[in-house]
């Protein structure tokens, strides 16, 4: 659907090593999911959902075929990066494209990995990306402010856009960021945000990268740290060992549930994000269950029938008549489609439906 999430940090902070895992999680032949890598820094990665592993129990197909999300591994950003420091100017093209940001700060001691600022202070860490970010909406700002200047003696439109940047301005300017400006519901400032993609606008996860150990203990002071600030700006933080996480996607599925099991870990790190990701991204899936394919559709939520049939095929939405629907937990509660109409649990709705995360559905359309 052509959204994504980028992965941002300082230097060895693990964001690469947690790119690589997901980038090995995985075009495992025997999940029958689709993997791609599109360009040297980009990923296409299975969403884990084991509502899927369920209805193929139910249905036995051939493959089963997971929604995806979008990874970018964007380069490395160190102090001055808006002034085009470092690769500055490649990571702020790059982030400007993503919708979704995962922040990962370095949250473990290590002698033998150098830390560019010299130690281990996630606060501080943040504090410079975020700032970068900022600075970089500045920057952007200011170039559109003076286009605006000069055409709002002839567009009322204009000039309207052009109250609201500067109001915006000042507000950046004092180092706050975007998404913290009380006028962001307005009109004019959606337009801007529209054009420009303000980078410190957009949705953050934070993952607390950190040792075995801590893993296993679940936190440590720099995770409470980094925990404390992502409460005071509405953000989630997932904490995970990225080392780690590397391992596990090439173990097979008991070994790599023996080995969290081990840890004291419900859940891996990648799947979190995986899940936390697809979510602040504001999509859901429903599902298509044949004797051919299991498969997850990824839609955005409260998505109405037919555009949810265009995601199968464009005609689906063009001759759409009704959609048959079951809900997942009748799906699996009563074993499959049959058993389900025999108990008066399947339905047929029209165009005004909004489609519910794990709807089963089969469009009846006609061409």
């Not at 058993?339 to 005004?352: F, Q, S, T, W, Y």
Request: charged share 30%; net charge negative; aromatic share 8%.
């Amino acid at each position: 659907m052509g959204l994504g999430v980028g992965i941002v940090g300082l230097p060895n902070v693990g964001k690469s090593t947690t790119f690589n895992a997901l980038t090995k999680a995985q075009n495992a032949e025997a999940q029958n999911y689709p993997f791609c890598t599109i360009e040297p820094n980009k990923a296409i990665v299975p969403v884990p959902d084991k509502r899927l592993d369920e209805l193929a129990k139910i249905v036995n197909p051939d493959k089963i075929q997971h929604s995806t999300i979008d990874f970018v591994d964007i380069a490395g950003l160190v102090r001055g990066a808006s002034k085009g420091e470092g690769l500055g100017n490649q990571f702020l093209s790059n982030i400007r494209e993503v919708e979704v940001i995962l922040h990962m700060v370095r949250c473990f001691e290590d002698g033998n990995i150098t830390h560019v600022e010299g130690d281990v202070n996630p606060l501080r860490d943040i504090e410079i990306i975020e700032t970068e970010l900022i600075y970089a909406d500045i920057s952007q700002l200011e170039k559109k402010i003076e286009r605006l200047k000069k055409q709002a003696k002839g567009s009322k439109e204009a000039a309207a856009q052009l109250v609201i940047a500067e109001e915006l301005y000042a507000h950046i300017g004092e180092l706050q960021p975007v998404k913290t400006f009380e006028n962001i519901d307005n009109e004019a400032f959606i337009s801007l945000d529209k054009e420009l993609r303000f980078l410190s606008n957009k949705d953050v996860i934070y993952g607390a990268n950190v040792d075995e150990d801590t893993l296993s203990s679940g936190t440590n002071e720099y995770v409470e740290m980094v925990k404390e600030y992502a409460a005071s700006v509405n953000s989630d933080v997932i904490v995970l060992c990225a080392k780690i996480e590397e391992e596990l996607v090439g173990l097979e599925d008991d070994e790599a549930r023996a080995f969290l099991d081990d840890l004291g870990v419900q859940e891996s790190g990648l799947e979190q994000i995986i899940q936390k990701a697809f979510d602040k991204l504001g999509l859901q899936s429903y599902f298509t269950a044949g004797k051919v394919e299991v498969r997850a559709w990824t839609i955005r939520k409260n998505t109405k029938a037919p555009q949810a049939a265009a995601v199968i095929h464009n005609d689906f939405e063009k001759g759409f008549i009704k959609a048959e629907v079951i809900s997942y937990e009748d799906y699996v509660k009563f074993g499959g489609e049959t058993k389900c109409k025999d108990a008066g649990k399947l339905r047929l709705e029209g165009k005004d439906y909004v489609v519910q995360d794990g709807d089963i559905m089969h469009f009846r359309f006609n061409v």
